[in-house]
Each structure stands twice: as structure tokens, then as C-alpha cells.
């Protein structure tokens, strides 16, 4: 098809957009290996499948905004073929006499109709996310509270910017292709496997032959040629999208759960900075992140501190750390030092200290992001290297390290249990489970109604078990959330230490009624040699239910109408959804279990993790656990179940102001009530 000077001037177009193109991509990979650690790809061929299956089904994408993401879906199926589309017009437009696109056979005919179908589909979605951005008034979502830091040039409008230059890209890219097959219709006849080029081949009518074959040439050279002019852009632009964020799956630590921090390694002697406070002390998978993120600002629709009223936008997090680079990326891969510091220019204090560490944003994010870690390692370095934090939170650290729990108490932990008959490990040290009771047992009134309601359940089924009484102490979930590493480690250490010996070699299975303590000794203790089944009590009471060792059926009579609590740490972060319901189904009646708006693994934050139980909440418009209590309270149930001591304190506080408020109780006092 092509003349011999179009070939010769195409071949000189490529070497020249492949040569900046490969530049560009290079200079990416270099600012990605000045990152923290080293990516992670073992399991490749494993992971490889994952990658590509969360591609092409974007099930990922598709956990919200069904019609966009539906769109979405369309879009990348539509650019995945058009690979195998773009190759075939370079063989066209170079082999003399190649015209397999056109033959009447099934392959050809199963192209050409895919072909049309799916630039259909390419056009009206990328038309749509133009229209939408730009047009449409439902597009909150893709704009930031006044309050939010954001990049000078994010606030300028780049990103609608670089979301139009891509868009309308595409639409020319796709647009041409598609109107170049109606030219050949228009002068070959109707072709039934290309329906909609046919419809489009009416635009040509009155064209003759030579200007058909013109117009062929025309969008053959905006269509091929247009992408080579484009993709030296491609590095610089957030539509590095369509390759990071495969490659972030690939490449990101498989965690034990959702939100598993990493060891610091405070014994290698080398090591000066801990945390990160530039750019380049992330994570290379986080660095991966920055060029992943599509700009879709779904994390922040789902994160509490955002939603109500704060400073963090995990969204704006990311995006901004991508101008970051994108201004200094030939330096960064040079490898000289960024600017300026995250904090400050990334994210605002304020907004560091927001975070709830609930992984909402982890979960919610179709390319594989992890923002909420990003903050947790700002954090580190405040604390480690600055020495910057709340001043309410010194308190707690204090507390864990001088008396082993972040309250400042100085009484025992095991004075809870004066009056009954609960056995340490030392006087049944032949137990089958070790119930680890926590701090909130041990210094908190309204968490120690949950442990007695469990003991009580543990006697009742005749469970062989034993706490450690005085010889428990902190997990220092709050020290690692809040960047405390150090003290974490040593909390983490001891813990595990005392573990070991009072296992020895016995089945080593812990129950806990906090799910910060499930989370961390069950994920997270691994990390210095703690290896043991931890189970939540709500999994515990579900076993018991299904052995026949205490009742499964409701009491009779009028049972109240109860919502469960999702907390994050449990649900979200540790997939532990169904056995809280199936207890409660148990004791009230599934027909009395009504669920929230958001639930399960979508459950909105109570606001006490990520050691926000311990300092004031940063100022926005409302309080997390507020609104999170008035969402359960609509559903007009009686009973808020709860699964996490934490969780039960923010709502016996939101509940305060409530003239009739809700009961809030322990999935476990339920069901000792019931007993």
C-alpha cells in the first residue's frame, strides 16, 4: 500500500520514537531502582498470570462506578487488540500484495468484525471519560477538597490537561483506523463483519477511487504514524498506566494481609536513613505506585479522613509524588538528590497524621497501589529521624515501653480477672488454646464485659485453654502504625520470645478479641520468628457453634435487630467476614442481622486505627466514628455488634450526644447472653 518514500520515511519516524521512547522508560526505571529494597518477583510465572487476568477482566476496576468502569473494561479490551490491529496495518501498508485483513475467510472475518466492534467501543468510552472530566457535572469525585495539598501543577490543571492530550489521542489514533476501513468500503462495497465502518462509509459517497486510496494513506499515517509521534510522551504522562500497572502487580512484596508493614532493619550499620522523606527513600514498589496510579481518585472516595473533611487525599498523595518526579526525573535518575521533601510538598503534616491505617485505599485500588504505606513510612521518618510527632501520642509511647501498654497504667493486667477462674499458662500448661487478652482487657472497663463474655463461653464449651496473665504484654500495634519502629521491634521481640517458650512444642493457637493483636501477632510477628495460627474469638464461637459445644439456634421470643461492625483490621485486612455473621445469625436470627451501606471488606472506619485512638483527630468537617455510628444507627437496628475493643470505644463516645442511642455490644456478649 505504502510508496517506497513512505516507507523510508516511516522506518526513520520509528527509529527516532522508539530511541526517546526507550530514553523515556529507562529514565523511569532508573528513579524506580533509587527506591528502598528491591521488587519482588519471585513467583513471576504465578504472579505473571494474576497480572494479566487483573488486566483483562479489570476486576479490580469494576468493585465501583460500574458504568465507568464498565467503559473502562471496554477501552482496554479495545487497546489490548488493537496490538494485534496496529500489526497487521504495518504488514498491510508494507507487503505488497498483502491482504489477509480482507479475504473472505473465518479468521479474517472474526478480525475485521472484532476490529470494528471494539474501536467502537474504544471511541464511545474514551468520548464518554472526555465528557465526563470536562462536560458533566457528576465529577466530584475527580476534584479535591480546597484543603488538600496538591502540586502546583495539579492545581493548575495538569492533569486534565494530560487526560485530554491522551484522550484525544486515542480518539485520532482509534478515529483514524476506523475511518480508514470506511474508505476501503466505501470503495470494495459493504462488508458485513465490519458493521459499523460500513454505516461510516456513507461520509465517502461521491469520492472516486483515487481519493478513496488517498484517504486510505491519510488515516494509515495518522493512525500508525500518530503513535510514534505519541509514545516518546508515553513516561511522562499518567497513561504509563496501561504498562505500571501490570507490572506493579507483578512486581509488588506479596503480604501476609492487606496492610503487613516491613521490617526495618536497624542492624545494618550501612543504613542512615529509616522512613522515607524523599522520593527516593520509598519503596522501588511504591516509586512503581506513583507511576501506576490512573489519577481516578477512588482511594479518596473511600478514605474516612477524606470523606470527612480532612487534609489526606491518598490520591493526591500519589499524583503528587508523580509530578514530583516528573520534574526531576533526569536527575532522580542521575542520581541526585529530589528537592524537596514529601512532607510538605506530597502530603501536609495534618494529612499524615489522618491516616487511620484502615487500607481502604489499598483495597479499593484498581492498578495496585498502597498510598496508606507510603504514609505509614512518612511517619517513620518523622519519628526516627525527626523526632516530630502529636505530642498526645509521647504518652503512649511512654506507656509502652516503661509499663507495656500504651494507657500508663501501672496496675497489673491480669487484675480483670480477680474473681474468676481463669487459668494462666503456667498452671495449664498443657492448654489447647492461649487466649492473648490485650491491653484494652487489661486497663479498659467496657473491653474486660467482652473478655468475661468470652471466658464465660470457653468454660461453657469446656475449651481447654489459658491466658498469660502478667507475662502478656504490649503487641505495639500503635507504636508501628505511628512510626515508633524501634520500640515496635522491641515489644515484637519480647512477645515473641515469651511465645515461643510457653508453646514449646505444643500446636501454637492464639485467640484474641482485639483485631490489632490478631493482625499483628498472626502477620506481622512472622517478621522475628512468630509462627502460629491466630484465630479472632468470632472464629473461635463459630467452631463451637458447628461442634454442637454451645447452642445454635436463637433463644425463642422477639430477638432485636442488629448490624455488625466491620472492623478494618479484621475484615478489610484480614478477610475475616463471615464467621461475626454467621455467630450472630446464630444468636438473633438471620432474619434480624441487617447489614450496613457499607460492609464486609467495604466497611467505613470507626477512626481509631493507625494510633488514632491516642491523640486528638485531625480537624475537618465531622468525626469518622460519627459517622460511621449514624450510618449504623440508620439502619434501624437496636444492637451494634462489634468484633474490636477499639471499635466499641468510638462508638460508646459517638453515641454520647444520641438521645436514643443504639446498644453497642460484643458479638461475644451476645452470645454469652444467649447461653
Known amino acids: 500500500m505504502l510508496t517506497d518514500i513512505e516507507k523510508m520515511l516511516f522506518v526513520l519516524l520509528a527509529i527516532l520514537a522508539v530511541s526517546a521512547t526507550a530514553a523515556g522508560f529507562w529514565e523511569m526505571w532508573l528513579v524506580i531502582q533509587r ?15 494474576n497480572a ?43 507487503l505488497p500484495g498483502f491482504t489477509w485483513p480482507y479475504d473472505n475467510n473465518l479468521l479474517s472475518n472474526l478480525y475485521r468484525l472484532f476490529a470494528d466492534l471494539l474501536s467502537v467501543a474504544v471511541l464511545v468510552g474514551v468520548g464518554y471519560f472526555i465528557l465526563r472530566r470536562f462536560v458533566l457535572p457528576n465529577k466530584t469525585d475527580l476534584k479535591y477538597h480546597a484543603n488538600v495539598l496538591l502540586h ?12 485530554l492530550i491522551v484522550g484525544v489521542f486515542i480518539l ?52 500508525l504514524g500518530g503513535i510514534l509521534i505519541f509514545t516518546p510522551y508515553f513516561p511522562y504522562t499518567k497513561h504509563a498506566h496501561l504498562f505500571m500497572a501490570p507490572f506493579n502487580y507483578l512486581t509488588r512484596p506479596e503480604r501476609t494481609s492487606l496492610g503487613e508493614m516491613e521490617k526495618l532493619d536497624f542492624e545494618d550499620e550501612s543504613r542512615e536513613q529509616f522512613g522515607a522523606a524523599r522520593i527516593e527513600h520509598l519503596a522501588q514498589t511504591h516509586i512503581v505506585d506513583a507511576f501506576a496510579c490512573i489519577m481516578c481518585n477512588r482511594c479518596q472516595d473511600v478514605c474516612p479522613a477524606y470523606t470527612t473533611g480532612k487534609e489526606l487525599s491518598p490520591a493526591a498523595l500519589k499524583i503528587n509524588e508523580r509530578y514530583m518526579i516528573k520534574d526531576e526525573m533526569s536527575a532522580l535518575a542521575a542520581g541526585a538528590e529530589s528537592s524537596n521533601p514529601l512532607m510538605g510538598f506530597a502530603i501536609s503534616e495534618s494529612a499524615v497524621w489522618a491516616c487511620t491505617s484502615c487500607g481502604a485505599c489499598i483495597d479499593i485500588c484498581p492498578v495496585g497501589n498502597e498510598p496508606m504505606l507510603d504514609i505509614l513510612d512518612i511517619r517513620r521518618n518523622a519519628v526516627l529521624m525527626e523526632g516530630e510527632f502529636p505530642a498526645e501520642l509521647q504518652g503512649a509511647f511512654k506507656g509502652m515501653e516503661r509499663q507495656g501498654n500504651p494507657w500508663q497504667s501501672p496496675e497489673n493486667r491480669f487484675r480483670w480477672a480477680k474473681d474468676m477462674d481463669i487459668p494462666t499458662a503456667d498452671e495449664n500448661p498443657d492448654f489447647d488454646v492461649l487466649y492473648w487478652t490485650g491491653c484494652a482487657v487489661s486497663y479498659d472497663p467496657r473491653a474486660q464485659l467482652t473478655a468475661r463474655a468470652l471466658v464465660k463461653i470457653l468454660q461453657k464449651a469446656g475449651v481447654n485453654y489459658a491466658v498469660l496473665g502478667e507475662k502478656e504484654n504490649c503487641t505495639g500495634d500503635s ?14 521481640t519480647t512477645n515473641v520470645e515469651t511465645l515461643n517458650e510457653v508453646f514449646a512444642d505444643k500446636p501454637r493457637r492464639v485467640v484474641v478479641t482485639c483485631p490489632h493483636c490478631y493482625h499483628n501477632i498472626g502477620r506481622e510477628y512472622p517478621q522475628f520468628g512468630g509462627n502460629y495460627e491466630v484465630i479472632h474469638h468470632t472464629e473461635l464461637i463459630e467452631e463451637l457453634i458447628q461442634a454442637g459445644k454451645i447452642p445454635a439456634t436463637a433463644r425463642p421470643g422477639q ?7 466491620d472492623p478494618c483490621y479484621l475484615g478489610r485486612h484480614n478477610d475475616v467476614i463471615d464467621a461475626p455473621r454467621d455467630v450472630l445469625s446464630s444468636v438473633v436470627g438471620a ?3 441487617i447489614e450496613m451501606p457499607r460492609t464486609k471488606k467495604n466497611s467505613f472506619c470507626c477512626g481509631a486505627g493507625g494510633a488514632q485512638f491516642w491523640k486528638e483527630e485531625e480537624h475537618g468537617t465531622a468525626q469518622v466514628n460519627v459517622v460511621r455510628y449514624e450510618e449504623a444507627k440508620a439502619t434501624g437496628a437496636e444492637v451494634l455488634a462489634v468484633g474490636c475493643p477499639f471499635c466499641m470505644q468510638m462508638f460508646e463516645t459517638a453515641k454520647a450526644a444520641d438521645d436514643k442511642p443504639m446498644i453497642v455490644k460484643d458479638v461475644a456478649e451476645l452470645v454469652a447472653e444467649a447461653l
Request: glycine letters at 10%.
Open 559 to 565: 430477638q432485636p435487630n442488629v448490624t455488625f461492625h
Open 52 to 94: 494479566l487476568g487483573v488486566y483483562l477482566t479489570q476486576r479490580t476496576t469494576l468493585k465501583t462506578r460500574r458504568l465507568t468502569s464498565l467503559l473502562h473494561l471496554g477501552v482496554v479490551l479495545g487497546f489490548t487488540y488493537f496490538f494485534l490491529v496496529n500489526a497487521v496495518d504495518l504488514l498491510y501498508g508494507f
Open 172 to 223: 485520532i489514533h482509534i478515529g483514524a483506523r476506523f475511518l480508514g476501513s470506511a474508505a476501503y468500503i466505501a470503495e470494495h462495497g459493504a462488508d458485513v463483519f465490519s458493521p459499523f465502518a460500513t454505516i461510516a462509509s456513507v461520509l465517502f459517497s461521491g469520492v472516486g477511487s483515487d481519493g478513496l486510496l488517498l484517504w486510505e494513506h491519510v488515516f494509515w499515517w495518522v493512525g
Open 35 to 49: 527506591g528502598d529494597g528491591k521488587l519482588h518477583l519471585n513467583g513471576f510465572v504465578r504472579r505473571a498470570i
Open 591 to 593: 432474619d434480624n442481622l
Open 479 to 492: 507504636a508501628r502504625r505511628a512510626g515508633k519502629e524501634d520500640l515496635y521491634q522491641e515489644l515484637a
Open 152 to 163: 502546583p501543577k495539579v492545581k493548575a490543571g495538569a492533569v486534565n490537561a494530560d487526560s
